[in-house]
């Protein structure tokens, strides 16, 4: 079946900016997904791109995909202490884009030091 | 509401009893979904609902578990004779519409099976 791996752990400096990775199986994907996890709280949708991009920006959001080696990032810029949560990639593939189930990598923490 | 909200937020249950959670989606959205979250990973899929009519039941590990939704809106997930595998994070999610449409998650129930 499909999957989605991610690095689980990143720290960096506020005002860095971090860059979170995530790479997935499905070649007939049509949407992913980033999702926020913060403690106690349900997963928040930040931001998704479409297969047929390469790039979407969101304020300090850039999203990057490449197709061809199923790769996809998300990088946040000037990077605050409140984007300290678990990051979520989520892949919505061809077969499921009537149901929506969405297959989600494991998650990557990410760790804002001030 | 607001949200999607769930009950209850934690319970703690014996070995070989049954459990029942709840979900109320955001007002309106047809499309629901439960998914299993263990700790330290990413969710996974268990079952979707497209108004009272479950449309996708693929993720649900065995006949322990069900789900319904009869009136098209607020979801039981009931786990029948529950092992300690079964602990977990719960977690409902709403959509407006079917397919690409956002996934809005509540804040989950934490399944602990002692």
């Known amino acids: 079946g499909e999957d989605v791996e991610q690095s689980l752990f990143l720290s960096v400096r506020e005002g860095d900016s971090s860059v979170i990775n995530c790479t997935y199986t499905d070649s007939s994907s049509t949407y992913l997904y980033w999702y926020k996890q913060e403690p106690g709280a349900g997963l928040q949708l930040l931001t998704y791109i479409f297969s047929n991009m390469d790039m979407k920006q969101d304020q300090r959001l850039t999203v990057l995909l490449n197709k061809k080696d199923k790769h996809l990032s998300l990088r946040i810029a000037d990077t605050q202490t409140g984007d300290s949560a678990i990051y979520f990639c989520a892949d919505l593939g061809h077969g499921s884009s009537n149901t929506g189930k969405l297959i989600f990598g494991q998650g990557t923490t990410l760790q804002v030091k001030p | 509401g607001a949200g999607v909200s769930q009950s209850p937020r934690y319970k703690v249950t014996k070995r070989g009893q049954d459990v029942a959670l709840r979900c109320d989606p955001i007002?309106?959205?047809?499309?629901l979904y439960w998914y299993r979250q263990a700790l330290g990973q990413g969710p996974e899929f268990l079952t979707y609902f497209n108004y009272e009519a479950q449309q996708d039941k693929s993720g649900l590990p065995n006949d322990r578990f069900s789900a319904e939704r009869p009136e098209g809106s607020i979801s039981t997930l009931t786990i029948q004779r529950t092992e300690q595998r079964d602990s977990a994070m719960y977690r409902c999610?709403?959509?407006?519409?079917?397919?690409?449409?956002?996934?809005?998650f509540g804040p989950g129930t934490r399944l602990l099976v002692l």
């Open positions: 007002s309106g959205h047809v499309s």
């Open positions: 999610a709403s959509s407006r519409g079917t397919g690409v449409e956002t996934q809005y």
